[in-house]
T-cell receptor, first 113, second 112 residues
């Protein structure tokens, strides 16, 4: 079945540690996105990539980094510079740069102790 | 991309139609309106989208006003499984940047 796989589903880390969240899609989609969601809040865009080897900052990119070396993969690193990293992280993809329907993964819940 | 405004919460009786409004008064002529919903702690799910004409699919209907400044998502026979947060998004066709800005949405509670 085609879809988006995020891992891990739950992650606990100590303060000051970098964490990398995985996002893989087998939909052959060009564009991929990372969102952050805090309790009771909407989704906020962290980074997005419309093509391999290119990505753009979203509205809350500080303290995060990404790479897009392969079409199917868009990992997100939450660095120690992110002041409040505990959140629910969602990865999404869309067929092409022209937009269209977004497909989401099931999310990764990060808790920093 | 248009800023959208939605009521924070709504209740609907099971079996009745749920009508969720969205204001997008700054929408441009070539900007689509998309609706997604998010069931607790899951990834959002696409529902429907439209540009000018009303649209219907197996999940819902989308009614867009003639001036395109607002729209209504209609779930014709709401069930308990429709309890979720519903997001309305304005999205422009290619201009080099797609950001899919989600607001805080409407929390719909379907009551038994």
């Amino acid at each position: 079945d085609g879809g988006i796989t995020q891992s891990p589903k739950y992650l606990f880390r100590k303060e000051g540690q970098n964490v990398t969240l995985s996002c893989e899609q087998n939909l052959n989609h060009d564009a991929m996105y990372w969102y952050r969601q805090d309790p009771g809040q909407g989704l906020r865009l962290i980074y997005y990539s419309q093509i391999v080897n290119d990505f753009q900052k979203g509205d809350i990119a500080e303290g995060y980094s990404v790479s897009r070396e392969k079409k199917e993969s868009f990992p997100l690193t939450v660095t120690s510079a992110q002041k409040n990293p505990t959140a629910f992280y969602l990865c999404a993809s869309s067929r092409d740069r022209a937009g269209g329907e977004l497909f989401f993964g099931e999310g990764s819940r990060l808790t920093v102790l | 991309d248009a800023k959208t405004t939605q009521p924070p919460s709504m209740d609907c009786a099971e079996g009745r139609a749920a009508n969720l409004p969205c204001n997008h008064s700054t929408i441009s002529g070539n900007e689509y309106v998309y609706w997604y919903r998010q069931i607790h702690s899951q990834g959002p799910q696409y529902i429907i989208h439209g540009l000018k004409n009303n649209e219907t699919n197996e999940m819902a209907s989308l009614i867009i006003t003639e001036d395109r400044k607002s729209s209504t998502l209609i779930l014709p026979h709401a069930t308990l499984r429709d309890t979720a947060v519903y997001y309305c998004i304005g999205l422009s066709p290619p201009s080099g940047t797609y950001k899919y800005i989600f607001g805080t949405g409407t929390r719909l509670k379907v009551l038994a």
